[in-house]
């Protein structure tokens, strides 16, 4: 993948967080363009963002959603933008998911952050039951329809 540049309820585990000072979030948007960006995590959600939460951020000018996919101690660009906000946790992906959805865009055409945004409700696809059902068409006009079980809690 190509690189470029409020209140949660959860404390990330220290294996999820780099150094204190100053954090940043690579961040896939909700949009079909093929690469992650990073933006700068604010006070509020240092030590308790994750990779797999939701958040709302700026790009080209628009609010959208996006999700983490790791937390870095500097930012490859000197310019970021801050994250707006950290969605609820009932928005969170989880790790089997993330990597579901990952292999799904990989082979299917969709940017990552379209296809995370197809497994909520309300997106392409939807999770009922602890099933996650993806259905997306690619670029060359076929249909990959991907499924995984969550993990009961």
Known sequence: MARAAMTASRTATP???P????????IVVSVP????FHYR????LRGTLRRGDRVRVRF?????VGTVLQLDATAEV????EIQERLGDEHH????ILG???WVAEHSGASLGETLDATLLGGFGLILAGVVLVNLADRRSKTITAAATTPAD
């Open 100 to 102: 579901l959805c990952t």
């Open 93 to 96: 992906i989880a790790p089997d």
């Open 33 to 36: 363009v093929d690469q992650w």
């Open 15 to 17: 294996e999820e967080q």
């Open 60 to 64: 080209h000018g628009r609010s959208v």
């Open 78 to 81: 000197p310019e970021v933008l």
């Open 41 to 44: 995590v604010p006070a509020p």
């Open 19 to 26: 150094a204190p000072g100053e954090l940043y979030a690579r």
